[in-house]
């Protein structure tokens, strides 16, 4: 079991919805628009061949979600439960409890928060959707309602939900990044505290060719001898090597390889130092919300790598996520 908020539950929501092969089982009151749906499921929710079952409460229907519905009435079955304020969402035989609707507002907008289940604690959870399914009535039709003005269509988003500033970003499933944790600094020049990250663009070095690094992924800048998180940043160009003939430094000749970045989080750059984001209080800490989950791509449960002199580590999606809420708080 793993608790999820914020940037988490919307990238763990996305990824249990582009795993499922037999079914997906909603209880739900509200649901957004077609297109944020569409979106945050990678299309799943929409395709056909997948044993879709859905309960909501017929009187929270509004016409943001008219299409979606009959989307669920055409290739699986709607159900209605006065009342209904349950959130569970079921793919294949895992289980995510939360309190999060379907829509832009509670995902994007909102302090939520859920629990995700293995296949085994799911097993109650799913049971009790059942008991909800026997109680419930079937819907066969939706009647589309009358057009009304932009401004009334957009307050069926959970109760004027669509006034709050976002507060969370949801990726292009196809474009999802890789999360890497790049050092700067090395022994002998050790980063120090009077030292700012909080310039709009920077020049990024390594001494291997970052091959592996792509444009968009997300680098986590991590302060060698203040071993705290300094910035983050989004790669705009693949890496590069100096040419011969621009080496004028010594450096220059060590670290030879370079990409350009875009600083996505300049006022922390500007207050690391402030914040003491230590890189090893926050492993402590994830995996003891998460004592099955890892910290690095290829399942470590621990920073070793950077003992190596390593000049970049590909860190595990849900780790990146967590240390991204934290700079986000």
């Known amino acids: 079991m793993r608790t999820l908020f914020g940037n988490e539950l919307l990238k763990e929501f ?45 009187k929270e229907l509004s016409n943001l979600n008219f299409e979606f519905f009959n989307n669920v009435i055409k290739t699986g079955e709607l159900r209605t439960l006065a009342s209904v304020h349950a959130k569970i969402y079921i793919v294949d035989n895992k289980c995510l409890i939360t309190s999060a609707n379907l829509t832009e507002t509670a995902f994007l907008k909102r302090y939520e928060i859920g629990m995700l289940l293995d296949e085994k604690e799911s097993e109650e959870s799913i049971e009790i959707f059942n008991t909800f399914w026997k109680k419930s009535i079937r819907i066969k039709r939706i009647d589309k309602p009358e057009e009304k003005s932009k401004t009334t269509n957009n307050i069926f988003d959970e109760k004027f939900g669509f006034k709050l500033p976002k507060i969370w970003n949801i990726s292009i499933k196809n474009k999802s990044p890789q999360f890497w944790l790049k050092p700067i600094g090395v022994t002998e020049y050790p980063i120090t505290e009077d030292r700012m990250f909080s310039n709009l663009e920077d020049e990024l070095h390594f001494a291997v060719n970052p091959k592996s690094i792509k444009v968009d992924d997300i680098l986590i800048a991590y302060g060698i001898g203040a071993k705290r998180i300094l910035t983050v940043y989004r790669v705009k160009t693949l890496g590069t090597r100096f040419k011969a003939e621009e080496i004028t430094e010594e450096w220059m000749e060590r670290w030879s390889f370079y990409l350009n970045a875009e600083n996505l989080t300049q006022n922390f750059g500007a207050n690391w130092m402030k914040k003491n984001l230590y890189a090893s209080d926050l492993v402590k800490e994830y995996l003891e919300y998460n004592p099955d989950g890892f910290i690095t791509f290829n399942k470590n449960k621990g920073l070793g790598a950077l003992n190596y002199k390593k000049d970049k580590i590909r860190l595990d999606s849900g780790f990146a996520s967590f240390i991204l809420n934290k700079i986000e708080q």
């Open 14 to 58: 996305s990824d249990l919805f582009s795993s499922v092969k037999t079914r997906i089982w909603i209880c739900c009151p509200y649901v957004g628009g077609l297109k944020f749906i569409s979106k945050i499921s990678d299309g799943k929710l929409l395709q056909k061949n997948i044993d879709k079952r859905f309960i909501t409460d017929i």
